[in-house]
């Protein structure tokens, strides 16, 4: 059974259909990535199996659940664990307390026993404290547990929020660019961490993600979404080869395309300036 | 395996260095101590000023509700003088009308607070900011112009009698009342902060899709925050009414709301140090006025005005000069000592590093006028 099933999900913003019809399936223990180009609509996928956009028609199914009419807390606590794009975490708050509030679902103490100070939730509290140190141990961030986040390096706040979404205990995670923002061979780095968290904790994982490396590293399947529709599915290797997915990506990111082409034209130049090197000496050795 | 490092190294003693046992005894000596003084004070202070005293730990109080709205919800309310006025007449009524105690009536009182502070939360789920602090508004006006006339509350316009608790008759017991409550205020307020809720409400003042993805209820702890919000409210309130004897509705006017958003501005939001000392200060301030008697004079011949109508004029100033210069308020000029108070060692910058950069504005300003001066 698959731990997450979107069915005929479809949402619309005022005239534009940003989701139409999509499905997608996430088996368990699986890294299932989404890509696509930007403006495909992603991200709204996202906030709509959390809940945070309320969908003009279609289901989320968690572990055979329909969840579509839950509220987002509700379904975190169920287990559905997610980032964000431009991380999110709570400024106001140190490293510590982020791992905190993350445990949030699982405090033993109620609202106001809190605010009354009840001998109970002194003892809460420090269990929660414990369980985030071993987290950032885990993530060796540990000697940031009293930082403020500000001035913390943004490849630190994309880790320390992957460490908060842990927290949470989900067994199925969202990843929202997990790697942006990062140089490759941390990307390479990140993809190495992901496989091992799915082995120790058993996780199921679905992604969206650019960088192309880490999805073929580490997706074992992967759903290509373009305008609001999925284009194609496949094995990261089939999709990558997959005509309509590169047209999509070439068609839209032409920043990149040019950026290739000028690319290829600086190769050529020195390869031109190169072979009339040779020449000149060659010409050299004539004279 | 990991027992050995488990013993050696607890999960504590990870985070931060602490002090001393000590050092811990010392701190919280002082903390004992400053109570203390502040209690002696106002045991054996003369009656009037006792009387006055009270006020001020009722402004604390009021400083405080207004920053659980303002410092953690980050949202404005200009309508907290419905709340506190609400209650006031309430509790006044259950005591002198049903013939409740007076713990009864301000019980009542501070639950009607919160009751009416999380409708105001319910308005606050749809709306946000500028349009909430216009709802906020509008909402203390109706409730001036209709609760505040109904006839059995304020027996038609001549108040309403509210008698002291039979063991706190005298000024200085009811001043002790109220500096004790304000104690218990500042510890819901400090534990709030540290527990579960503190994290979830600025959270949700954050980013409510964030707040949502810790599992936390957006809705449930919108509406909490400004519960909590009125019932200290509405207990500042009960207390107000009960140190006046008398409820009249021309004490809570847009005017009070005003000086409370102001009080807690220049006391620093989401500090309750710095709040409390500020809000006491904006209490006393029409006094102090009185102990200064060239400027009593100019005040009150001169510019021809009660010194009470001032504090809307140093107000707004101390609320600009802190938001040019302190942007952290009363709060921030203290924090060297609270921060000791925390466990923290003895420094006037956080963690002992000194501010990069240009040297604060505020003092190049004092360094020069002191140059200037010599």
């Known amino acids: 059974m698959a731990v997450l099933e979107v069915r005929d999900m479809g949402i619309r913003f005022g005239g534009l259909v940003a989701l139409d019809d999509v499905n997608i399936e996430v088996p368990e223990w699986e890294i299932v990535g989404l890509i696509g180009p930007n403006g495909a609509g992603k991200t709204t996928l996202f906030n709509c199996i959390m809940g945070l956009y309320q969908p003009n028609s279609g289901t989320v199914t968690y572990r055979g659940r329909d969840v579509s009419l839950l509220p987002t807390h509700r379904r975190v606590a169920m287990g559905i664990g997610r980032t964000f794009q431009n991380i999110g975490l709570v400024r106001e708050l140190s490293v510590i307390e982020n791992m905190m509030i993350a445990q949030h679902a699982r405090i033993g103490y109620g609202a106001l026993a809190g605010i009354f100070g009840s001998v109970r939730s002194f003892a809460e509290e420090r269990k929660l404290k414990a369980y985030g140190l071993d987290v950032l141990d885990f993530l060796g961030l540990s000697d940031l547990a009293n930082e403020k986040l500000d001035g913390l390096p943004y490849g630190t706040l994309k880790l320390l929020e992957i460490g908060t979404v842990l927290a949470t205990d989900p067994d199925l995670v969202l990843l929202d660019e997990p790697s942006s923002g990062m140089g490759p061979e941390e990307a390479h780095q990140l993809g190495e961490r992901l496989l091992k968290l799915r082995q120790t904790l058993n996780l199921t994982v679905l992604m969206i993600e650019h960088h192309v490396p880490l999805v073929v590293d580490v997706c074992d399947y992967v759903y290509v979404l373009n305008f609001g529709k999925i284009l194609t599915e496949g094995r990261p290797k089939q999709v990558q080869a997959h005509p309509e997915v590169i047209a999509a990506y070439l068609g839209s990111e032409a920043e990149k395309v040019d950026a290739d082409a000028q690319e290829i034209r600086d190769e050529a130049d020195s390869g031109v300036a190169a072979a009339s090197g040779g020449g000149k000496e060659r010409d050299r050795g004539v004279s | ?374």
């Open chain 2, 1 to 374: 395996m990991t027992t050995a490092t488990e013993v050696l190294s607890p999960a504590d003693a990870r985070t931060r260095p602490q002090p001393s046992t000590r050092g811990w005894i010392a701190r919280i000596g002082v903390m004992i101590l400053l109570a203390a003084i502040v209690l002696w004070r106002v045991a054996t202070i003369e009656p009037f000023w006792a009387d006055r005293f009270a006020l001020a730990a009722i402004y604390g109080i009021i400083g405080l509700s207004l920053n659980v709205v303002l410092g953690y919800t980050g949202q404005v309310s200009l309508g907290h003088h419905a709340f506190v006025g609400l209650s006031a007449f309430l509790s006044a009524f259950f005591v002198t009308e049903k013939g409740q105690s007076f713990w009864i009536g301000l019980l009542l009182a501070t639950l009607a607070g919160a009751l009416s502070a999380g409708l105001l939360g319910l308005v606050a789920l749809r709306i946000r900011g500028l349009y909430l602090s216009l709802i906020t508004l509008t909402y203390g006006f109706v409730a001036v112009n209709s609760i505040f006339d109904i006839p059995a509350l304020t027996r038609g316009g001549a108040g309403m009698p509210a008698p002291r608790p039979s063991g706190f008759a005298t000024e200085h017991k009811f001043a002790l009342l109220c500096f004790l409550f304000l104690g218990l205020v500042l510890w819901i307020d400090w534990r709030m902060m540290k527990t579960k809720v503190g994290r979830a409400v600025l959270a949700v003042k954050q980013s409510e899709a964030v707040a949502a993805s810790y599992a936390v209820s957006v809705t449930g702890y919108k509406v909490l925050g400004f519960m909590v919000s009125g019932a200290f409210a509405g207990l500042a309130g009960s207390l107000f009414a009960h140190r006046a004897t008398t409820v009249v509705s021309a004490d809570f006017s847009f005017r009070e709301a005003l000086i409370w958003v102001l009080m807690v501005v220049v006391g620093g939001l989401g500090n309750r140090t710095g709040v409390v000392i500020a809000s006491m200060f904006f209490a006393l301030f029409p006094f102090l006025v009185g102990l200064v008697n060239p400027l009593e004079h100019f005040v009150i011949d001169t510019m021809g005005k009660d010194p009470e109508e001032l504090t809307l004029v140093i107000g707004p100033a101390l609320a600009l000069l802190t938001i040019i210069l302190y942007p952290g308020g009363v709060g921030e000029q203290i924090s060297p000592i609270t921060r000791w108070f925390r466990g923290e060692k003895f420094s006037l910058h956080p963690d002992g590093h000194k501010p990069k950069g240009k040297p604060h504005r505020a003092a190049a300003v004092l360094r020069h006028l002191v140059r200037r001066g010599r």
